[in-house]
């Protein structure tokens, strides 16, 4: 039987782990005391409103957010290490990619900087779609197409973890489907993703899921384990049920 590499996890092994993490920013603390697991090969969605922490998490977990306290571990490796560069792929919210190349010369560009084997230019194009407009500019892109040219981006090469930041914002309920028939293929083919929303909707499309308010986790579980949990329909319903009684438990302890 071949041994792992160096490095690389074991059956069984979760991609990221996440202990006491404490993040502050101008002062103010942003994430406080946080801990989870993200399971290898899974889809896991990390939902919740606008400005409560998803983003800073993730640059956490890709080792680009200067963090107080706590421990981040992704792939068995601490976050930010060198030899994660080329085994993480990471999706920003803002398209990260030039607008006077067109799609294909962009991906030619970053494919040869990670040594992406030939041929991938052309797989992550059909992946996400864009084909068609493989040799269009990106500034003369929707911005739906432009979020598209860059994860077709982190698509590139072979990422064991996938960390996406509102991959489907703008985009068209058809496409929107279509990534996340992707996003479950590559879990299929054991990639795990990472992915965040602030669409609670897209919580049914999760294996598992990770809501998060104001900088603290107020659930890990799937999503019958949370809708049982808290005798809810639907996953926005347990939400709002979740966040007030972490409130009154809150106003409790004062």
């Excluded at 041994?3 to 996890?9: A, K, M, N, Y």
């Excluded at 991609?15 to 406080?32: F, I, K, P, Q, T």
């Excluded at 991906?107 to 084997?117: C, E, I, K, N, Q």
Aim: glycine fraction near 12%.
């Amino acid at each position: 039987m071949t041994e792992p590499v160096s490095g690389q996890l074991g059956t069984g092994d979760p991609a990221a782990v996440v202990s006491d993490l404490r993040v502050v920013r101008g002062g103010v603390e942003v994430l406080h005391g946080m801990s989870l697991t993200v399971e290898s090969g899974t889809v896991t969605g990390l939902l919740g409103p606008s400005g409560g922490g998803k983003t800073t998490l993730m640059r956490s977990l890709v080792g680009v957010q200067i963090v107080a306290s706590g421990q981040v571990d992704v792939l068995g490796r601490p976050a930010g290490s060198a030899e994660l560069r080329h085994r993480v792929g990471y999706l920003t919210q803002s398209p990260s990619v030039y607008p006077d190349l067109t799609a294909r010369e962009n991906l030619g560009y970053f494919a040869a900087v990670l040594g992406a084997p030939a041929g991938d230019v052309d797989r992550v194009l059909a992946e996400v779609a864009l084909t068609d407009a493989a040799d269009r500019a990106v500034s003369r892109m929707s911005g739906g197409q432009q979020a598209r040219v860059s994860l077709a981006v982190t698509l590139l090469g072979a990422p064991e973890l996938l960390v996406l930041d509102e991959p489907t914002v703008g985009l068209d309920p058809v496409l929107r489907a279509d990534l996340w028939s992707l996003f479950h293929d590559l879990a299929g083919r054991g990639v795990t993703l990472l992915v965040s929303s602030h669409v609670m909707d897209e919580a049914t499309r999760c294996d598992r899921l990770l809501l998060v308010r104001e900088g603290d986790l107020i659930a890990d579980s799937t999503l019958p384990e949370l809708l049982v949990r808290t005798a809810s329909e639907d996953v926005e319903e347990a939400f709002l049920k979740l966040v007030r009684a972490n409130r009154a438990e809150w106003d409790g302890d004062r």
